[in-house]
């Protein structure tokens, strides 16, 4: 039996929750895809400096040649920057920038050596001190799990797309 205090609180709680599903994942798809959108206009404008890193990229990354990584990561950031932003195909490039990420992490933002986990975890900074400076790709990797697992939110086209053509909520 609800109390005449609980009920009040409920639904506050509701109503927040509902505008958490209208907002609340929108702020993750604005930073991010801003955040990605700049990084691809450096790429965009600048020289491909991958052929500097290429051995440090993980498989199958690795494995492909420069120019193609460049041109990959560059479209990638800023196509999906702004598929991020207005709702589009927003898992598969939550998907595809997370994966993005990775690679970016362990190929220039993790440590180069390190003997233990207090090392490492002096990597977990903005700044390269000769530790890495892996903390913000980190944070975008966790703000990219909620778009892949829960998708982007109803304030998104994904969502309006969704209800027309399947009829679900």
């Known amino acids: 039996m609800k ?30 895809g801003w955040d990605f959108f700049e990084s691809g206009l450096e790429k965009l404008n600048g020289s491909n400096w991958f052929s500097d890193i290429q051995a440090r990229f993980p498989f199958p990354f690795n494995h492909l040649p420069p ?20 709702g589009l195909g927003s ?22 050596a390190w ?9 977990y900074r903005f700044t390269d001190q000769g530790f890495g400076n ?5 944070l975008f990797l966790g703000m990219l799990l909620p778009l892949i697992l829960l998708g982007p939110g109803k304030f998104s086209l994904d969502h309006w797309l969704r209800r027309r053509l399947l009829g679900s909520k």
Do not use: C, Y
Request: aromatic residues 12%; proline residues 3%; hydrophobic residues 60%.
């Open 3 to 32: 109390t005449t205090l609980t009920q009040p609180l409920s639904l506050a709680l509701n109503g927040i929750d509902a505008v958490g599903l209208w907002f609340g994942l929108l702020s993750l798809r604005l930073l991010l």
């Open 67 to 86: 120019e193609l990584s460049w041109q990959l990561a560059t479209w990638f950031e800023l196509v999906g920057a702004v598929a991020l932003v207005i």
């Open 91 to 112: 898992r598969f490039f939550a998907l595809s920038l997370f994966i993005l990420t990775v690679v970016a992490t362990a190929s220039v933002h993790w440590p180069e």
């Open 115 to 123: 003997a233990n986990l207090g090392e490492l975890l002096m990597g």
């Open 134 to 138: 892996f903390k913000l790709p980190v």
